[in-house]
């Protein structure tokens, strides 16, 4: 019996190990998968500190062999981990609003280890055969101390974790409704000749869907020279909400002219609106493509014009590929489809 209880916490603490190296290497692939990575514990983000955690009590646990103190410090690990998991479940839903497959199954993981930990030190209790009224009252100490750590694992856990100083200084690139769960991805390429087929319809799609879903233009440079292009479509989301389509088009008759273009020229196209150009700063500019960059991985997009449209809420999303399918009919049903509830 000893031997099993021995092979399935191993089994447990492989699988904890597993599941937070996967959330590491991003194979999660949902949105909440995502979100979680913005956060850290103490600088660590979830999936490091959980590779941290589960090799120190493989390490622990198999030192019980040779010395009584690692047995008790196994215990006080796993618990103080109980607590931790349960902070970090309330700020999935609380903050994040989103579940992380990854994360709940590392989260079972640790709480089978305290409930099966927690039978058997009951049982070992029995075992002594002492009295009743001395078992029960060794068995309150011994859940009152459990709790203490566990409390405080949830404490350390709670108060440690934060939303990592790039993720919060994403620029404001958002157009629409930014507080809506829907949103619509448009993820283009300055010189793909699909998306400039796909133009018009995007254009008229956005003041629609933008009443309703935050929309989030996204560059994608599958040919290299529309990168010298992305920190002016940035700077123009920023700076320029109200009047960013008229923007983007005349940035798009830009790309017929230079591919490399300079302040002076995106200046002589902003002119005859009435516009005048903002640069961003260099950290700006480098955190939304950096945030852009996210996206294409989070989706996998591989082709342009692509448009995604999700609720972030139920995780329910439709993708669209090609300027045929890249259309305002179809990306006004999709918002329809992924708001109804099944």
């Known amino acids: 019996m000893r031997l099993k209880r021995h092979v399935f916490v191993r089994i447990l603490l492989l699988l904890g190990l597993l599941l937070s190296i996967a959330s590491e290497l991003d194979l999660c692939g949902t949105s909440a998968c995502s979100e979680v990575h913005k956060y850290t514990l103490f600088g660590l983000s ?17 030192f019980g062999r040779f010395s009584t103190i690692f047995p008790k410090l196994f215990l006080l690990m796993i618990f103080g981990a109980g607590g931790a998991e349960v902070a970090f479940l309330l700020i ?12 709940l199954g590392i989260a079972a993981t640790v ?19 002492k009295e009743r009224k001395v078992m029960a009252m060794t068995v309150l100490k011994k859940a009152v101390f459990f709790l203490v750590i566990f409390v405080a694992g949830f404490m350390v856990a709670y108060n440690g974790v934060r939303k990592s100083e790039a993720q919060e200084s994403v620029p404001d690139i958002f157009l629409g409704d930014k507080n809506s769960s829907l949103e619509v991805y448009i993820i283009t390429d300055w010189f793909c000749p699909a998306c400039r087929k796909a133009e018009q319809e995007i254009e008229r799609t956005v003041p629609a869907a933008g009443r309703r879903a935050k929309i989030v233009f996204v560059d994608f440079p599958v040919h290299p020279e529309s990168l ?9 989301l920023v700076n320029d909400k109200m009047r960013y389509i008229e923007l983007r088009k005349a940035l798009m008759t830009l790309t017929m002219k230079t591919k490399e273009p300079s302040p002076e020229q995106v200046q002589s196209v902003m002119a005859p609106l009435g516009m005048t150009y903002q640069p961003l700063a260099f950290l700006s500019v480098s955190r939304g493509m ?47 489809q992924v708001s109804r509830k099944d």
């Open 111 to 129: 709480f089978v280890l305290a409930l099966l930990l927690s039978f058997e030190r009951i049982q070992e209790i029995i075992s002594t055969g």
């Open 46 to 62: 979830f999936a490091v500190f959980g590779i941290v955690f589960f090799l120190a009590a493989g390490v622990v646990y198999e």
């Open 228 to 236: 010298n292009y992305t920190p002016y479509n940035l700077s123009f």
């Open 92 to 103: 999935q839903k609380y903050r994040i609003q989103q579940w992380c497959p990854l994360c």
């Open 290 to 336: 950096k945030f852009y960059d996210e996206i294409i991985r989070k989706f996998n997009v591989k082709s342009t014009p692509t448009v995604i449209v999700q609720n972030a809420k139920n995780q329910k999303a439709v993708r669209f590929v090609g300027a045929r399918d890249v259309n305002e009919t179809n990306i006004l049903n999709a918002l329809d």
